[in-house]
Antibody, heavy 118, light 110 residues
Framework: QVQLHESGPGLVKPSETLSLTCTVS????????WSWIRQPPGKGLEWIGY???????NYSPSLKSQVAMSVDTSKNQFSLRLTSVTAADTAMYYC????????????WGQGTLVTVSS | QTVVTQEPSFSVSPGGTVTLTCGLS?????????PSWFQQTPGQAPRTLIY???ARSSGVPDRFSGSILGNKAALTITGAQADDECDYYC??????????FGGGTKLTVL
């Protein structure tokens, strides 16, 4: 059974860097794309980007200057870094597997809430 | 910047049929946008219903179907049930390896 689990600090100060990790179980991280999606409280979903198991990545143009994604194949994990955060980055952050063959976001984590506040 | 449009809200009677749409602020949606649809109940992660226009995700009942209607992607729910009342989101592939979500539709079953 494929499972994804997000982890990281629930509170980040403005101007600092948000760092989250998604741990994948039930499937190897090899050969797949891994995505981050966020949802501000009471608002809609926003695609942040995805990273291939090799480390190559694609990001949303609106977040490209802030975002970096990476993969740790030895731990079957992938990560998100978002720099210079503001209150607008407060959101539930979800990780998901993106299956490029079918163009499907097929497995999702339960999400982790990150609040940006001093 | 590509804007993906959805109806903010919709209502359907129990047992009825409803079609939600997903469009572009400029241009038409076609299969080359690989539209996907997601269902989200309060406090839960999204659940994928439909991908690549009309493929049903594993375990999704066949009363959920996807299509292209005119210049938009569409999600049709037949035989609406009380627990279909939640938020529905679409996402479109807009090229260069990037995706854009719509703003979501809040569906009421009453």
């Amino acid at each position: 059974q494929v499972q994804l689990h997000e982890s990281g600090p629930g509170l980040v100060k403005p101007s600092e860097t948000l760092s989250l990790t998604c741990t994948v179980s039930g499937v190897s991280i090899h050969g797949h794309y891994w995505s981050w999606i966020r949802q501000p409280p009471g608002k809609g979903l926003e695609w942040i980007g995805y990273v291939y198991y090799s480390g190559s990545a694609n990001y949303s143009p609106s977040l490209k200057s802030q975002v970096a994604m990476s993969v740790d194949t030895s731990k079957n994990q992938f990560s998100l870094r978002l720099t210079s955060v503001t209150a607008a980055d407060t959101a539930m952050y979800y990780c998901a597997r993106y299956e490029d063959t079918w163009r499907e976001f097929d497995y999702w984590g339960q999400g982790t809430l990150v609040t940006v506040s001093s | 910047q590509t804007v993906v449009t959805q109806e903010p809200s919709f209502s359907v009677s129990p047992g009825g049929t409803v079609t939600l749409t997903c469009g572009l602020s400029s241009g038409s949606v076609s299969t080359t946008y690989f539209p996907s649809w997601f269902q989200q109940t309060p406090g839960q992660a999204p659940r994928t219903l439909i991908y690549s226009t009309n493929a049903r995700s594993s375990g999704v009942p066949d009363r959920f179907s996807g299509s292209i209607l005119g210049n938009k992607a569409a999600l049709t729910i037949t035989g609406a049930q009380a627990d279909d009342e939640c938020d529905y989101y679409c996402v479109l592939y807009v090229g260069s390896g990037t995706w854009v979500f719509g703003g979501g539709t809040k569906l009421t079953v009453l």
